[in-house]
């Protein structure tokens, strides 16, 4: 019974998480139209992030902000995973339609599965590999890519989306070693400050907040902070933690089913029939790997 609720929690964390990261996504974008680089963006998103998750555990939390000395190394290095996956996915979407580089991203759960099997030694049931298929096939379609030629585009920003599946894979596969100690918004916070730290190295410190900046777009950067980065983040960990790397990584393909939906309830953009038998394929998939007991 408490298996079988941890699960249905599971899916609720990175469904909510796909759902903030849908929602960030437009907000990215129209940042870059107001004159914000990538460079920038992950600056701020980063910086403004850590700076908010350590005001809200020092005074609630203090004792997640406590790690061993010898994980500083391991958390380090899933800071410059994070930092790499926020980066390559920002300059993807600044360069190659949105969709597309949505639908480079979340090659991740075939990366995740294929290194669970190699490397993990672990065993995909039936059902966990046609809902990898189908969610896959569901995000091409959903996103539109079908009509859209691929080959014309920025060849950089497709690499670049190439790189985040890969970033993002790692990331959540480094993430799931992290909560075996760890809790998951510790394992968060430390990739958040050591991202931050790396795009404020290689970056001129703080110049993206020195930059002059309109109210509004001050408004998209805190909700990108927040509501883009710690909380999806967060959650999405929580749900790493309970259903393991390549079932949420599967589950999160519904960034692109709910960002379609935000684009037609809010900008009035319309969908064509095989987006809406993508988002269905997506959500059919996601449903089948709640069919077993057994998580891979």
């Given at each position: 019974m408490e298996q079988k609720r941890n699960r249905k929690l599971g899916y609720l964390y990175v469904f909510c998480a796909a759902f903030f990261w849908a929602s960030s996504g437009t907000a990215s974008k129209f940042l870059f139209h107001r004159g914000i680089t990538p460079f920038q963006l992950v600056q701020l998103r980063t910086t403004t992030a850590a700076f908010s998750l350590f005001l809200v555990l020092f005074i609630w939390r203090k004792h997640?902000?406590?790690?061993?000395?010898?994980?500083?190394?391991?958390?380090?290095?899933?800071?410059?995973?994070?930092?790499?996956?926020?980066?390559?996915?920002?300059?993807?979407?600044?360069?190659?339609?949105?969709?597309?580089?949505?639908?480079?991203?979340y090659m991740a759960p075939v990366l995740i599965a294929a290194y669970s099997v190699l490397f993990a030694y672990k065993k995909l049931d039936q059902r966990t590999v046609i809902a990898l298929a189908g969610a896959l096939a569901g995000c091409y379609f959903m996103t539109g890519v079908y009509s859209l030629d691929i080959l014309n585009m920025n060849r950089t920003g497709i690499l670049a989306g190439f790189a985040s599946a890969a970033a993002f894979a790692a990331y959540t596969l480094r993430s799931e070693y992290g909560m075996q100690i760890y809790t998951p918004w510790t394992v968060v916070?430390?990739?958040?400050?050591?991202?931050?730290?790396?795009?404020?190295?290689?970056?001129?410190?703080?110049?993206?907040?020195?930059?002059?900046?309109?109210?509004?777009?001050?408004?998209?950067?805190?909700?990108?902070?927040?509501?883009?980065?710690?909380?999806?983040?967060?959650l999405y960990n929580e749900g790493i933690r309970l259903l393991q790397s390549t079932r949420a990584s599967i589950t999160a393909t519904l960034e692109p089913v709910l960002a379609g939906f935000f684009a037609y309830s809010f900008l009035g953009e319309k969908m064509e029939l095989l987006q809406i038998t993508g988002a269905f394929l997506v959500i059919a998939s996601i449903l089948l790997l709640q069919t077993r007991k057994d998580h891979a």
């Open positions: 997640f902000l406590r790690i061993g000395r010898n994980d500083i190394f391991y958390f380090l290095v899933l800071g410059a995973l994070l930092a790499a996956t926020q980066f390559t996915y920002l300059y993807s979407i600044s360069g190659i339609q949105v969709a597309v580089a949505i639908l480079l991203q916070f430390y990739a958040l400050f050591f991202a931050a730290l790396i795009w404020n190295i290689f970056h001129p410190p703080l110049a993206a907040f020195i930059h002059p900046h309109l109210g509004t777009d001050w408004v998209l950067i805190l909700y990108i902070g927040i509501f883009g980065t710690i909380l999806p983040f967060g």
